[in-house]
């Protein structure tokens, strides 16, 4: 089916480690987002790529990095990760009548 | 800054009831009003909204958007316990950009 597909669903991760969500799209979108879900404060954008090749920063940057490596594909990375960063990470994609997300990345930080 | 404020943050119904979900949002760079409804896993489009005054339903949900005074209402009638969920209301600014508020908890008792 077409969609948001985001990879791992679950991870835990030590203090201090490093890893990569990855996102990837099949609907040919120039809109790519990461954001982070933590509760009571809704969903807060980490970066956004408006096209091929541009990233931005959003609310929540700081301790994240992000690479579009081309059109499908948005991968967000922790260089360092920190009990803070536990969260739930969604990958979404978006044309001007909607975005479409992936199914969420469940990371915690120990 | 852009900004995306939703009431109530949570609300307990019984079935059959009514309720209307509120939205406001700041003008900077507006370009369109999105409802998604959020269960278990990643948000589920709803409505788009770009002009005033002009309703989108869908069975029972509707939504209006009032940019004259920038809020817009989610209403559903006759709720049932599969309407439990959260709701979240975002800005779509220049850029395809997409500011989330902090969303709604419904819930719906049977």
């Known amino acids: 089916n077409a969609g948001v597909t985001q990879t791992p669903k679950f991870q835990v991760l030590k203090t201090g480690q490093s890893m990569t969500l990855q996102c990837a799209q099949d609907?040919?979108?120039?809109?790519m987002y990461w954001y982070r879900q933590d509760p009571g404060m809704g969903l807060r954008l980490i970066y956004y790529?408006?096209?091929?090749?541009?990233?931005d920063k959003g609310e929540v940057p700081n301790g994240y990095n992000v690479s579009r490596l081309n059109k499908r594909e948005f991968s967000l990375r922790l260089e360092s990760a920190a009990p803070s960063q536990t969260s739930v990470y969604f990958c979404?994609?978006?044309?001007?009548?909607?975005?479409?997300f992936g199914q969420g990345t469940r990371l915690t930080v120990v | 800054e852009d900004k995306v404020v939703q009431s109530p943050l949570s609300l307990v119904v019984h079935e059959g009831d009514t309720v209307t979900l509120n939205c406001s949002y700041e003008?900077?760079?507006?370009?369109?009003l999105l409802w998604y409804k959020q269960e278990k896993k990643a948000p589920t489009f709803l409505f788009m909204l770009?002009?005033?005054?002009i309703e989108k339903k869908s069975g029972r949900l509707s939504s209006i958007l009032d940019k004259k005074e920038l809020f817009s209402i989610l209403n559903i009638t006759a709720t049932q316990t599969g309407d439990s969920a959260v709701y979240l209301c975002?800005?779509?600014?220049?850029?395809?950009?997409?500011?989330f508020g902090e969303g709604t908890q419904l819930t719906v008792n049977p």
């Open positions: 790529s408006a096209s091929e090749g541009t990233t």
């Open positions: 975002a800005k779509e600014t220049s850029g395809s950009r997409l500011t």
């Open positions: 609907m040919n979108h120039n809109s």
């Open positions: 979404a994609s978006s044309e001007p009548t909607e975005a479409f």
């Open positions: 003008v900077t760079n507006f370009r369109s």
């Open positions: 770009t002009s005033s005054g």
